[in-house]
């Protein structure tokens, strides 16, 4: 209720403040789009698949390029465009935009037996620009073991940290500002801006800078993991990821607005460029010619109508980790044996299609901080407060409006767990364990890397501060939350369509917390994130423990773990690059198996999850793929 009312206040405020818009409106003539012949189709324009258009587009300017997207623009929408409405975000309930269908397909989970049989709120953003228009803006990278790892699916593709490394620094523009954060010291500083532009792109799309609004329990809760010997992690975009950090997010300091559309944004005025929206395409029409199928184009519902667009070279699908699976099944890519149940004739046999669904699971805690601390709730709290941001955003574009949470830290097993329980942990993990029944040749494959990466001390645990109440905030009381996320886990699920109705939601099973390594890998980090909170310097901040009750067992944290549990909006995997006989999708050149010319550029192709927020790694796969397609098809 409050929650609502807030809202609506602070909408209000939102409300005055638009600016003049700079981005034409995208097209939703269908009938003119349908006319067209295209050389390459894109479906869903989320912001990564935007940059695989602009990239053709420049290279091939002969070739017409058509993108698909279901959603709209939402241009000068202050609920997509500013940061700030996040901080009023709860983890079950969302931010603003959450669960609306405006802007989110607002997919649901089946039942979660490990999460006390609960629905999981799985959204996906449905606009231009995707996820990427209603997720947190966090802006990270992995670690370079992982993306390393990454390279072993499909080897010789080029698709190592080493590899990446341009095509992470090409889609960014990181803005060098001063980063007064603990434990990076001047010197420490001086050395980060030295080595800085070895990492850190300057001529990219996605504007990347550090929050400017810092609530008063951020730099006490640095200094307490410094305490327990986690230290400030000067450069984390380095590919050593762990260590308590100064979050980039993709804000642009020079309005305060998320950064998401920029590939949009330049790619607009080109003849050659064709963007239609609220399209959504239901299958991809596939021909069978010799031993391979070739994609000759979509089809797609507009208004309510039913039309096609042709495309003479490729098909591209990028949408998104939920839909894309559900795509290839309609259009008769998948498990044989699902497609004839549904009366779906088989175009190729795939039975990794939708599986290998791989997602972080994070435990919420909660604390009450002593009067005088100012976090976000001030908002709440403080009506002359609300209003000073709301003028210092309108007039300075920073603030507590153009901010978001800062302190973010990854964490080894080694930071809970002796050398020997370490290396129990990963020899099990290895040989597989007994509740996750026989393995796959893909999961074989992964957890014999998981087991190594762990011995090698790649983060395995995210622990995100958020300095609002989240769970039943009171009026005139300021929270500091915490968000404990396990960021490699064993579960594996799936996403399948179940009819043949393609606006009718796919299947999303994730099987989280099916086992014991997930569930304990999360309470350790909960209980490491208890032993925070009551060590110096934030324990002089922190009045109670609100959330887990205080004195539970490890028995009592586990039911509270899997009541509690939340995603972290990082699905990956359903379209998994790997080779075919492991169970993979998608090959090294992010092409289906048994196609031609139709490849998958989006999360579904990681084959492994990441230590990392996935917004940043996709655009770099999307910019990889980008010059992929251009050297595939020379002549355009
Ligand atoms: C709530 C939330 C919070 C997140 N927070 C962060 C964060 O802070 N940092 C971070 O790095 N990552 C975050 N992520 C993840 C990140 O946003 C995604 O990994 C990234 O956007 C890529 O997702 P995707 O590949 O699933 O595609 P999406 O970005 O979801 O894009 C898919 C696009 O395809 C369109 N589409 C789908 N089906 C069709 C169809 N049939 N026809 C036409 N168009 C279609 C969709 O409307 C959409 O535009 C978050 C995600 C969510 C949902
Ligand atoms: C920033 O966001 C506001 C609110 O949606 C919008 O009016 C304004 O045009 C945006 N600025 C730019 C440069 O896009
Ligand atoms: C969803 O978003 C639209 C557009 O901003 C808004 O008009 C509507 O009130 C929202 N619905 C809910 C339930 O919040
Ligand atoms: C945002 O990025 C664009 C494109 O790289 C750049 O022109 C602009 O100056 C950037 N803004 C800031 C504040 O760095
Ligand atoms: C409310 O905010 C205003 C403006 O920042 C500040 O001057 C005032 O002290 C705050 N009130 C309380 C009770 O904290
Ligand atoms: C390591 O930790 C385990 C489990 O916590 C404990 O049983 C064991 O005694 C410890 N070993 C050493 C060498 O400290
Ligand atoms: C919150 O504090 C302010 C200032 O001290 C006071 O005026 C207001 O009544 C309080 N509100 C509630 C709901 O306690
Ligand atoms: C397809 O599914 C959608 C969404 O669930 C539903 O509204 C629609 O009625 C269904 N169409 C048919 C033909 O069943
Ligand atoms: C598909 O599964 C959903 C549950 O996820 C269920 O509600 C729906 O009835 C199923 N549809 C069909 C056609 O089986
Ligand atoms: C699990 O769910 C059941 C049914 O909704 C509920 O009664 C129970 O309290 C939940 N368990 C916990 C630990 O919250």
Same mark, same amino acid.
């Given at each position: 209720?409050?929650?609502?009312?807030l809202?609506?206040l602070?909408?209000?405020?939102l409300?005055q403040l638009?600016?003049?818009a700079?981005c034409p409106?995208?097209s939703?003539?269908a009938k003119?789009?349908?006319?067209?012949?295209?050389?390459?189709?894109?479906v869903?324009?989320?912001?990564?698949?935007l940059t695989i258009?602009?990239?053709i587009?420049e290279?091939?300017?002969h070739?017409?390029?058509?993108?698909?997207e279901a959603g709209?623009f939402h241009?000068?929408?202050p609920?997509?465009?500013t940061?700030?409405?996040?901080?009023?975000?709860?983890?079950r309930?969302?931010g603003?935009?959450?669960?609306?269908?405006t802007?989110?397909w607002a997919?649901v989970?089946t039942?979660q037996?490990?999460?006390?049989n609960?629905?999981?709120?799985?959204?996906r953003?449905k606009m231009?620009g995707?996820?990427?228009?209603l997720?947190?803006?966090a802006?990270t990278?992995?670690?370079q073991a992982e993306y390393?790892?990454?390279?072993?699916f499909?080897?010789?593709h080029?698709?190592t940290?080493?590899?990446?490394?341009?095509f992470l620094?090409k889609?960014e523009n990181?803005?060098k500002?001063?980063?007064?954060?603990?434990?990076i010291?001047s010197a420490?500083?001086?050395?980060?801006v030295?080595t800085g532009?070895?990492?850190a792109g300057?001529?990219g799309?996605?504007n990347v800078s550090?929050?400017?609004?810092?609530?008063?329990?951020v730099?006490?809760?640095?200094?307490?993991?410094?305490a327990l010997?986690?230290?400030?992690?000067v450069d984390p975009e380095d590919?050593?990821t762990?260590g308590?950090?100064n979050l980039?997010?993709a804000?642009?300091?020079?309005t305060?607005?998320r950064?998401?559309?920029g590939?949009y944004?330049?790619s607009?005025?080109?003849s050659n460029i064709?963007?239609?929206v609220?399209? &959504?395409?239901?299958? +991809?029409n596939?021909v #069978?010619k010799?031993s391979?199928v070739? /994609?000759?184009g979509v089809?797609?519902? =507009?208004a309510?109508?039913?039309?096609t667009a042709k495309a003479?070279i490729e098909?591209v699908?990028?949408?998104?980790?939920v839909?894309?699976?559900?795509?290839?099944?309609?259009?008769g890519?998948g498990?044989?044996?699902?497609l004839?149940?549904?009366g779906?004739?088989t175009?190729?046999d795939?039975?990794g299609?939708?599986?290998n669904?791989?997602?972080?699971?994070y435990?919420?805690?909660e604390?009450q901080l002593?009067p005088?601390?100012?976090?976000?709730?001030?908002i709440?709290?403080n009506?002359?407060?609300? &209003?000073?941001?709301? +003028?210092q955003?309108? #007039?300075?574009?920073d603030g507590v409006? /153009?901010s978001?949470?800062s302190a973010v =830290?990854?964490?080894p097993l080694?930071?809970?767990l002796?050398a020997?329980?370490?290396?129990?942990q990963?020899k099990?993990?290895?040989k597989?364990?007994?509740?996750l029944?026989?393995?796959?040749k893909?999961?074989?494959?992964?957890y014999?890397i998981?087991?190594s990466?762990i011995l090698?001390?790649?983060p395995q645990v995210?622990?995100?501060?958020?300095?609002k109440?989240?769970?039943?905030p009171q009026?005139?009381?300021?929270?500091?939350s915490?968000?404990?996320?396990?960021q490699?886990?064993l579960?594996r699920g799936?996403i399948?369509?179940?009819t043949?109705?393609a606006?009718?939601p796919?299947?999303?099973?994730?099987?989280?917390l099916n086992?014991?390594?997930d569930?304990q890998?999360?309470l350790q980090g909960?209980?490491f994130?208890?032993?925070?909170?009551?060590?110096?310097?934030?324990?002089h901040s922190v009045a109670a423990?609100?959330?887990?009750p205080?004195?539970?067992?490890d028995?009592q944290?586990i039911?509270y773990i899997?009541?509690?549990?939340?995603?972290?909006?990082?699905?990956m995997?359903?379209a998994?690059?790997?080779?075919?006989?492991?169970?993979g999708?998608?090959?090294?050149?992010?092409?289906?198996?048994g196609?031609?010319?139709?490849r998958v550029?989006?999360?579904?192709?990681?084959?492994?999850?990441l230590a990392?927020?996935?917004?940043?790694?996709?655009f770099?796969i999307?910019?990889?793929a980008?010059?992929?397609?251009?050297?595939a098809n020379?002549?355009?």
């Open positions: 209720m409050q929650a609502i009312l809202s609506t602070v909408a209000a405020v409300a638009g600016n003049a700079e409106l995208p939703s003539d003119a789009f349908s006319a067209k012949n295209f050389d390459y189709i894109i869903g324009a989320n912001a990564l698949l258009l602009l990239r587009a290279a091939q300017p070739c017409q390029v058509g993108v698909l709209v241009r000068d929408d609920l997509v465009d940061p700030g409405e996040l901080s009023l975000f709860s983890t309930n969302g603003l935009t959450w669960g609306n269908r802007y989110d997919y989970t039942p037996a490990g999460l006390n609960t629905v999981i709120a799985t959204p953003g231009l995707g996820s990427s228009g997720n947190l803006m802006w990278r992995a670690s390393d790892a990454f390279d072993k499909a080897p010789g080029g698709w940290f080493k590899d990446l490394l341009p620094k889609v990181v803005d500002q001063s980063n007064p954060f603990p434990g010291s420490a500083l001086s050395n980060a030295q532009p070895l990492f300057s001529a799309p996605v550090l929050n400017t609004f810092m609530s008063g329990d730099f006490p809760w640095v200094q307490s993991h410094n010997g986690v230290s400030t992690n590919g050593n762990a308590v950090r980039q997010v804000v642009n300091r020079a305060g607005n950064s998401y559309v590939y944004c330049e607009v005025g080109r064709h963007h239609l609220g399209a &959504q395409v239901t299958k +991809v596939l #069978k010799g391979l070739t /994609a000759t089809q797609f519902l =507009s309510g109508k039913t039309f003479a098909v699908l990028s949408a998104g980790v839909n894309s699976p559900q795509l290839l099944e309609l259009s890519i498990n044989s044996k699902l004839k149940k549904l779906i004739q175009m190729i795939l039975p299609v939708g599986e669904l791989q997602e972080h699971i435990s919420i805690l604390w002593k005088g601390i100012q976090t976000f709730d001030e709440r709290n009506a002359t407060f609300l &209003q000073q941001q709301a +003028v955003y309108q #007039k300075h574009h409006f /153009a978001t949470d =830290s990854y964490l080694q930071t809970f002796n020997s329980a370490v290396a129990a990963a099990a993990i290895k597989g364990l007994p509740e029944g026989p393995l796959t893909l999961q074989k494959k992964q014999s998981q087991s990466l090698q001390g790649v995210e622990v995100i501060q958020l300095s109440g989240l769970i039943v009026p005139n009381v300021s929270y500091m915490v968000l404990v996320g396990h490699k886990p579960a799936s399948h369509i179940n043949t109705n606006t009718a796919p299947v999303i099973n994730g099987n989280y086992n014991d390594f569930v890998t999360i909960l209980k994130a208890l032993k925070l909170a009551s060590t110096p310097p934030v324990s423990l609100i959330s887990p205080p004195g539970l067992t028995a944290l039911s899997r009541a509690t549990g939340s995603t972290g909006s990082h699905i995997g359903t998994a690059m790997a080779a075919k006989s492991d169970g999708v998608v090959n090294g050149q992010l092409k289906v198996y196609t031609k010319n139709l550029v989006d999360t579904s192709v990681i084959p492994l999850q990392t927020h996935s917004q940043h790694t996709v770099a999307a910019e990889k980008a010059t992929m397609i251009v050297a020379p002549a355009g």
